[in-house]
């Protein structure tokens, strides 16, 4: 089991960038792939960005595939997500994730979940 705590979110406007940070206790950090997930009000979390435990493998959802770049510092264990040209339609809580083993965009196969953070992007 891991402990996930997220960071990083805030207020930004339309075209900002931000940077989330997701910091794990544990020892066996690398062994874990994350993902980044969001959750916009009245709607069902989803996948955001993924990375394997090396970091070797990375890939996103088509609609932040260019402006968002996940990556990890195993050294740190730590997970971020680089959030460009942001847009209204990002707002959301962001979570980050982990699961033993292989990277998914399926949700319900992380096995341990961050707090959130809120990311709001204003027009």
């Known amino acids: 089991q891991v402990q996930l705590v997220e960071s990083g979110g805030g207020l930004v406007q339309a075209g900002d960038s931000l940077r989330l940070s997701c910091a794990a206790s544990?020892?066996?950090?690398?062994?874990?792939?994350l993902g980044w997930f969001c959750q916009a009000p009245g709607k069902e979390r989803e996948f955001v960005a993924g990375?394997?435990?090396?970091?070797?493998?990375?890939w996103y959802a088509g609609s932040v595939k260019g402006r968002f770049t996940i990556s990890r510092d195993n050294a740190k264990n730590t997970v971020y997500l680089q959030m460009n040209s942001l847009k209204p339609e990002d707002t959301a809580v962001y979570y980050c994730?982990?699961?033993?083993?292989?990277?998914?965009?399926?949700?319900?196969?992380?096995?341990?979940w961050g707090q959130g953070t809120q990311v709001t992007v204003s027009s």
């Open positions: 994730a982990a699961k033993i083993g292989g990277p998914t965009g399926a949700t319900s196969l992380y096995t341990d």
């Open positions: 544990g020892r066996t950090f690398s062994r874990y792939a």
């Open positions: 990375i394997s435990g090396s970091g070797g493998n990375t």
